[in-house]
């Protein structure tokens, strides 16, 4: 029993960090075609700043439970800020361009971010562990588990749900898909396409930043945070369906469930799982489970 | 040989001022050129390659100004004005490592953190001739794999403070018979786990693994292992993790109250006591893979460096500050002890050989180059365990381990030593 409830709690806990590092990239690419690297440094962009806010918070003895939206705001506005200054400073002047040309620009500015981060925070680690044992801890089959991460859980589920309203029951949502159908068509139709992109580039830019806020209290901030969880976010975001909310949200618990049975029943296989997952899908089905048929153009 | 050169440094440092105005014009006049290589960028940055450059930089500015405490005087490397020269080891430590040598043309070379960087490097290093100092990285195959001319190393190699590690269980829980095991899934945290298993197996024949877990480098989250940990239940859980890694998996167990129930031992758990004390529970094992940071023993050369590096940063130095100073001090006292030999500002030869074997004062206590034919330092090793007093966390049953009890003596490999038991160690 106990076993049971370890693989399932930390596979949704570790899915739910997964989905929320992976959700921006993947809203970004479905909407864009663009493969974004910099989406680490918006995350590590939230982690610092998260960090940074939670000290300044934490040192004024106000209630800690306060100091969440707090680190959630002093994350997402950077974040989202950094999104456009990317999207408006490059990423118009190349909207059309192949992936790969993104993907290089996008590389390039990870790195420009790298060594941004280092000359505003420095070289040291941050920290903001005040709210992770605010909220104490559970018992479940005689195992200890935080509800910190239980909070994340929901959390992740109100995105998730926010994400598929948006793009699905909003009016905005529709003129999106319908740019994500057809770009040209779109602009003929009067759909102001550059400025949705600008749109979902910082909504996107947000959400990675607010996983960084999200993960702060569990870690420490440290240069080259973003470099790390890009690779895992791709391999989520691939696994799922470049572009899918829906995608990314499975391919995440699929990826964190086959992680902690991993851990638990074969831990020589745990750094190998993740990958297997996601080959094991491709195999089936190469572009991911919920790709989106493209249209064919003549 | 080590006593004639104890004594030797020791008034070496006198003498190697006057060589300044003995020496004549020639090559031996120029600054001493010196390269040094760690984490700029990127997660070993923050704990090991900031620490160790500030540690570096600090000694540096007191050899060039002769402030350095006794038994150093005199300024630069035997007389000659020191240079340094930084480098990032994150990118491309090999190439840039040969950037150093053929482009910069600097005469020594010291760093690297990473035990990849210096396998990789000391072939290098033997090929080009070039004096090359490492300063923190911990793989036992540097020297027990091939025998160098050129590269020696200034700390303990990584089995030292696992060995150490199970001697001070050994001596403070003896009934503590079931080990669990997390590492990062690469050379180091492989070797430290296998050379842990194999010296607690020696020194408590009880001992049984119940699990060990892999989890990749730089991974970050732990909850899937701190569970499968929690449910396994062992008495002790061991671990190398360091920086950030480390940092996380003690921010991630302390809700959990997994060490509360487990005896932890983090073999490089310096830095965390450093920055996140609060977060480690009272009984946890803190080892600084040698003598320096929280567990330096206080000494006039010791409080120097602590104050001055205070004072300098605005921060305490963690033990990796100490290493980087390590290994510039030994340059400075081999180089030094060249000066006073030749009678003149010496040449790059003349300190490598100076170096062979050389013992020398540093802010962790002495440091004795007495292993592999003089070329790899065997220093006291330290460890301590957490125990709130007054409410503050404070390391408390510190143990110093001779290098006699500790260290491999040369014609063993230290795989070789474990397994026979440590032949002709000396505990006391």
């Known amino acids: ?298 | 040989m080590n006593k004639f050169k104890t004594i030797a440094v020791s008034s070496a440092s006198l003498l190697a001022a006057c060589g300044i105005s003995l020496g004549t014009a020639s090559a031996s006049d120029e600054p001493f050129a010196v390269g040094f290589a760690t984490f700029l960028s990127g997660p070993v940055s923050g704990p090991v390659g900031a620490p160790s450059r500030n540690g570096v930089e600090l000694i540096a500015e007191a050899i060039n100004d002769g402030s350095l405490p006794a038994p150093y005087s005199g300024q630069g490397i035997g007389g000659r004005e020191l240079t340094i020269q930084y480098v990032d080891e994150a990118s491309e430590a090999l190439d840039e490592y040969r950037n150093l040598v053929t482009r910069s043309g600097v005469d020594a070379v010291i760093g690297y953190a990473s035990s990849g960087s210096c396998v990789s490097i000391a072939p290098e290093a033997e090929a080009s001739e070039t004096l090359t100092l490492f300063y923190y990285c911990g793989s036992t195959r540097i020297f027990e794999e091939d025998t160098r001319e050129y590269v020696f190393r200034t700390m303990n190699s990584q089995d030292v403070e696992n060995i150490a590690a199970a001697h001070y269980l050994a001596e403070f829980h003896p009934d503590a018979n079931t080990v669990a095991g997390i590492n990062q899934n690469y050379g180091w945290g492989q070797d430290s786990w296998r050379d842990f298993v194999s010296a607690s197996t020696q020194l408590n024949p009880d001992t049984e693994v119940s699990v060990e877990l892999w989890p990749q480098l730089f991974s970050g989250q732990y909850g899937s292992e701190l569970t499968r940990l929690a449910r396994a239940g062992s008495d002790i859980l061991h671990t190398s993790f360091w920086g950030g890694d480390l940092d996380a998996f003690l921010l991630q167990s302390a809700p959990r109250g997994l060490l509360e129930d487990q005896i932890g031992v983090l073999t490089t758990g310096g830095t965390a006591y450093a920055s996140i004390a609060d977060q480690i529970p009272d009984g946890t094992i803190i080892g600084v893979r040698g003598n320096g940071g929280a567990l330096s023993a206080d000494s006039p050369m010791n409080d120097w460096f602590r104050e001055s590096y205070i004072e300098k940063f605005g921060e305490e130095p963690t033990f990796p500050a100490y290493y980087g100073a390590q290994a510039l001090l030994a340059l400075k006292a081999a180089g030094d002890l060249a000066a006073s030999e030749a009678g003149e500002p010496p040449s790059v030869d003349q300190v490598r050989l100076s170096l062979k074997g050389i013992e020398y004062e540093a802010p962790t206590g002495t440091v004795s180059l007495s292993r592999h034919n003089g070329h790899q330092a065997a220093t006291e090793l330290a460890y301590g365990r957490v125990q709130r007093v007054d409410g503050t966390p404070t390391l408390v049953d510190i143990r110093r381990y001779s290098p006699e009890c500790v260290v491999a003596p040369d014609g063993f490999t230290s795989r070789e030593w474990i397994e026979a038991g440590f032949p002709g160690a000396q505990c006391n």
């Open chain 1, 1 to 298: 029993m106990d076993l049971l409830v370890a693989i399932i709690v930390d596979g949704l806990i570790y899915a739910s960090w997964l989905f929320t590092v992976a959700a921006g990239l993947t809203l970004i690419f479905g909407v864009m075609r663009v493969l974004n690297m910099a989406h680490g440094s918006f995350y590590a962009i939230g982690a610092y700043s998260a960090a940074t806010a939670a000290g300044w918070y934490y040192a004024t003895g106000w209630p800690g439970y306060l100091g969440l939206p707090v680190m959630a705001l002093a994350a997402i506005i950077p974040g989202m800020i950094a999104g456009i200054a990317v999207e408006r400073g490059v990423l118009r002047f190349l909207h059309g361009r192949e992936e790969v040309v993104m993907v290089l620009v996008t590389f390039g500015a990870l790195l420009i971010f790298e060594d941004l981060l280092i000359m505003i925070w420095g070289a040291q680690s941050y920290y903001a562990f005040q709210p992770y044992g605010l909220f104490g801890s559970t018992s479940l089959a005689g195992l200890r588990f935080v509800n910190y991460d239980f909070l994340v859980i929901g959390f992740t589920a109100v995105i998730a749900f926010a994400l598929w309203w948006s793009i699905n029951r909003t009016r905005r949502g529709k003129l999106l898909k319908a740019v994500i159908h057809d770009r040209e068509v779109s602009m003929a139709f009067g759909i102001n396409v550059n400025r949705l992109f600008l749109v979902t580039f910082a909504v996107g830019a947000g959400l990675g930043a607010l996983a960084g806020a999200m993960s702060a209290p569990a870690i420490a901030v440290t240069p080259g945070l973003g470099i790390e969880v890009i690779v895992l976010a791709f391999a989520v975001v691939v696994t799922g369906g470049l572009g899918s909310i829906e995608g990314a949200l499975i391919g995440a618990i699929l990826i964190g469930i086959a992680r902690a049975a991993a851990v638990n029943l074969v831990p020589e296989v745990e750094l190998f799982v993740i990958y297997a997952v996601m080959a094991a899908v491709l195999v089936f089905r190469p572009r991911g489970l919920f790709a989106a048929a493209s249209a064919r153009r003549i």
